[in-house]
């Protein structure tokens, strides 16, 4: 593959959640070394707050998974992503603004969700405008770092829950 000449030729795909997640084997703690990206749909995830409030429920959501860059810019509104393409050569990556990479990339994706949920960490904070591609559809971001777990209820079933400092809704 030749080096990227544009957003579009980023190899964003939808995968299976638990693969997309890096939950298919049990781990005790995040692997912060994963450079997976891609986007999955789930029937329902949870989006735990680590606060004093219970998690929240998502039923019905598109999940975009990306990564922000080790050390992004601090923007007061946007999260520079870091996408590292091994198809391209070992160590390549290609950097792009989370609101253009939203604005390309989201139609593709998107289909008759409930909500969209961005599992991606956001260092500084930025409050996320709702992209104009999603539409009406929630999308749901974190503040700080983003760990995704698989739990398993008392009854024996098994749900997603994805960890962050605290949750919002894009305005």
């Known amino acids: 593959m030749q080096p990227l000449r544009s957003i579009s030729e980023l190899p964003f795909r939808g995968r299976p959640a638990l693969e997309l997640l890096n939950l298919e084997q049990h781990r005790d703690e995040p692997d912060v070394e994963s450079t997976q990206f891609g ?8 989006l735990d707050g680590r606060a004093d409030r219970e998690p929240l429920r998502v039923a019905g959501a598109l999940v ?8 992004p810019e601090v923007l007061p509104d946007d999260v520079e992503l870091e996408f590292f393409v091994e198809e391209v050569a ?15 990339w989201l139609p ?35 503040d700080g770092d983003v760990d995704a777990w698989l739990d398993t209820d008392e009854d024996g079933r098994r749900h997603i829950r994805l960890e962050a400092e605290a949750w919002h809704s894009a305005e």
Do not use: Q
Request: hydrophobic share 50%.
């Open 39 to 46: 986007w999955c749909r789930v029937a329902e995830l949870w």
């Open 64 to 71: 975009v998974a990306v990564h922000a860059a080790d050390e």
């Open 90 to 104: 070992k160590d390549y990556s290609v950097t792009v603004l989370l609101s253009a990479f939203l604005e390309r």
């Open 108 to 142: 593709a994706a998107l289909s008759d969700e409930r909500a969209i949920v961005l599992a991606m960490c956001n260092p500084h904070a930025a409050r996320i405008r709702r992209p104009k591609a999603a539409g009406l559809t929630p999308v749901y971001y974190a």
